[in-house]
């Protein structure tokens, strides 16, 4: 059947994420999912629906609340990137940063600079205004001084899908040269607080004092993701326009979540909580250590991650090539699903033999089970 639609030029080359498309069967009984990047349920706050203003009901401003915004400025200070409480923007997720950067700054054939690999659905918004990308990594940046793409869009910290953190000097180094060269620094920042080992984690964007630059951070990872809510801070330049986009989006985000995170970050034993947090994922991530020694020892290489939520895993030998998306449907029929490394690259031949695994959700039993039938799968493929 032939569509009727007159759809935008941007929609025509509208495809859905392919992780959405895993979420969408992980669901089934019995699966197990090592897929998205969704935290254990058992780590959520016990939130207070009854200690929420009814005020909280009411529309309100499109910044955010003014006291949860004072809070974040005062988290950011503690980081080193002192901000008035003015610059900083709530965010419904901080996903939709990423849509509103993109809206702001990207037309079709912009140049975006983009870690190899990357976090994928930052790739699909940056796609779908019509990025032309340019690659770099924390080590080799030579290419953001040749191409002076608009933005660089970095995950600096515990990254996704990697897990790579930058080291100070690497920081510093990437901060530079976005400023030296105009290039707007954009710096994603959801994993911070699911920190296993000590690591230089001061924001990049402190390093910025004369360009524009923009931190977004996340509720979703150290509280609960169907918050929807996130926050971003900026130089000043930049507050008013994202602000404007914001409204046009969305008006503002959800008061109900921003009432529900406030408590949680007013809360006396939150340094608690997220010490606890930090001391379950540590020992999740240990756990799930063992079983890749266990099932993957001689098939896939891999760093332990110091933080955040996934082991990145590079199959050996002749698997090395291989094209993990095609290993999939064989994964989903033995119950098993994990992400293709190839989604997470902006290039179409990258990613070849890679796998994101997340260690967070599946517990222990289930991570067992998981790996041995994935590592069945890729033995297959060999
Ligand atoms: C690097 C990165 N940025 C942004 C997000 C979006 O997070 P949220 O919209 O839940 O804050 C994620 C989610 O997994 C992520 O991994």
């Keep these: 059947m032939t569509s009727s639609l007159r759809l935008s030029r941007r929609a025509a080359d509208l495809h859905a994420s392919p992780i959405r498309d895993i979420l969408a069967v992980v669901s089934r009984p019995g699966m197990v999912s090592f897929a998205g990047g969704l935290p254990a349920a058992e780590t959520f706050p016990d939130f207070s629906l009854a200690a929420v203003p009814r005020e909280a009901a009411q529309y309100g401003a499109s910044e955010g609340d003014w006291a949860l915004r004072e809070r974040v400025a005062a988290d950011l200070a503690e980081r080193d990137l002192p901000v008035p409480p003015t610059q900083v923007l709530i965010l419904s997720g901080s996903q939709q940063g990423i849509d509103l950067v993109a809206k702001l700054f990207v037309d079709p054939g912009t140049p975006v600079a983009v870690e190899t690999p990357t976090y994928l659905a930052a790739l699909q918004v940056f796609r779908f205004f019509g990025a032309r990308f340019v690659e770099f990594s924390a080590q080799d940046h030579t290419s953001l001084v040749g191409a002076r793409p608009t933005v660089a869009y970095v995950n600096p910290t515990f990254q996704n899908p990697t897990g790579y953190c930058y080291t100070a000097d690497e920081r510093a180094a990437l901060a530079a040269t976005c400023e030296r060269h105009g290039i707007v620094l954009f710096e994603d920042d959801p994993y911070r607080d699911l920190c296993?080992?000590?690591?230089?984690?001061?924001?990049?964007?402190?390093?910025?004092?004369?360009?524009?630059?923009?931190?977004?951070?996340?509720?979703?990872?150290?509280?609960?993701?169907?918050?929807?809510?996130?926050?971003?801070?900026?130089s000043p330049d930049l507050l008013p326009l994202l602000t404007h986009l914001k409204q046009a989006a969305d008006l503002h985000s959800n008061r109900l979540s921003q009432?529900?995170?406030?408590?949680?970050?007013?809360?006396?034993?939150?340094?608690?909580?997220?010490?606890?947090?930090?001391?379950?994922?540590?020992?999740?991530?240990?756990?799930?250590?063992?079983?890749?020694?266990?099932?993957?020892?001689?098939?896939?290489?891999?760093?332990?991650?110091?933080?955040?939520?996934?082991?990145?895993?590079?199959l050996r030998h002749e698997r090395a090539s291989l094209d993990t998306r095609a290993l999939l449907p064989r994964a989903l029929e033995r119950q098993v699903a994990f992400m293709p490394g190839e989604p997470f690259f902006a290039s179409e031949h990258g990613g070849r033999g890679c796998l994101r695994l997340n260690?967070?959700?599946?517990?222990?039993?289930?991570?067992?089970?998981?790996?041995?039938?994935?590592?069945?799968?890729?033995?297959?493929?060999?």
């Design 259 to 314: 009432a529900l995170v406030l408590q949680a970050l007013d809360d006396p034993a939150r340094a608690v909580r997220s010490a606890r947090l930090n001391a379950f994922y540590r020992e999740r991530r240990d756990g799930f250590a063992a079983l890749l020694d266990q099932h993957f020892g001689d098939l896939a290489d891999w760093r332990l991650p110091a933080g955040g939520l996934f082991f990145w895993l590079q």
């Design 196 to 234: 296993y080992e000590a690591c230089a984690r001061r924001p990049l964007c402190a390093n910025i004092a004369q360009g524009s630059w923009i931190y977004q951070g996340s509720f979703s990872k150290s509280l609960a993701p169907g918050l929807r809510l996130g926050y971003l801070a900026c």
């Design 359 to 382: 260690f967070s959700h599946a517990a222990p039993e289930a991570a067992a089970r998981g790996l041995a039938a994935l590592a069945a799968v890729v033995r297959e493929a060999g």
